[in-house]
């Protein structure tokens, strides 16, 4: 009996998991942001977006909105301040450009913050998200090669990084 329980609950687990994955891996760069937005995302990773994606996203990279519900590391032991729909935007942005090589499956990092490299602290994203978001937005209109703009970083002539 507790071999069937055992199996039913795996089951459901692996048929959840799997409905999850198929959800995200459809999803529309529309239904992501209303989803964020009326702080209904309800799922664990971030959407399977690609490069094509980008300049839709980048329409919403300015938007200082406080999303409370939103796709979180699971690795990630660092709890940060709720962050702006925009630098969740560009977070996306950024998990497109390293993908498929991010260091954290689809995530760019611990999350969606912004750390000084120079004075080695976070920042206040209150401060940063507007330079940020230039930083981004120029770095797209370098080039339409793909392949050759997801090897230049955008924050590279900044004073940030991903935290």
């Not at 991010?102 to 206040?124: A, H, L, T, Y």
Request: aromatic share 12%.
């Amino acid at each position: 009996m507790k071999t069937k329980t055992f199996l039913l609950i795996l089951s459901l687990i692996f048929l959840l998991t799997g409905c999850e994955k198929i959800a995200l891996d459809n999803m529309s760069v529309r239904k992501y942001i209303k989803l964020l937005k009326s702080d209904s995302y309800d799922y664990h990773d971030l959407p399977a977006f690609n490069s094509s994606d980008i300049p839709e996203l980048l329409k919403y990279a300015d938007d200082d909105q406080i999303i409370t519900k939103y796709p979180h590391n699971p690795i990630s032991s660092l709890i940060g301040e709720d962050p702006r729909l925009g630098v969740l935007v560009l977070w996306t942005v950024e998990s497109i450009r390293l993908s498929p090589n991010g260091p954290i499956g689809r995530f760019p990092s611990s999350i969606p913050g912004f750390w000084n490299i120079k004075i080695q602290e976070p920042v206040d994203i209150n401060i940063v998200h507007p330079l940020v978001s230039q930083a981004y937005k120029t770095w797209w209109n370098l080039n339409t090669d793909f392949e050759q703009l997801k090897l230049i970083n955008p924050l590279e002539n900044t004073d940030y990084s991903w935290y």
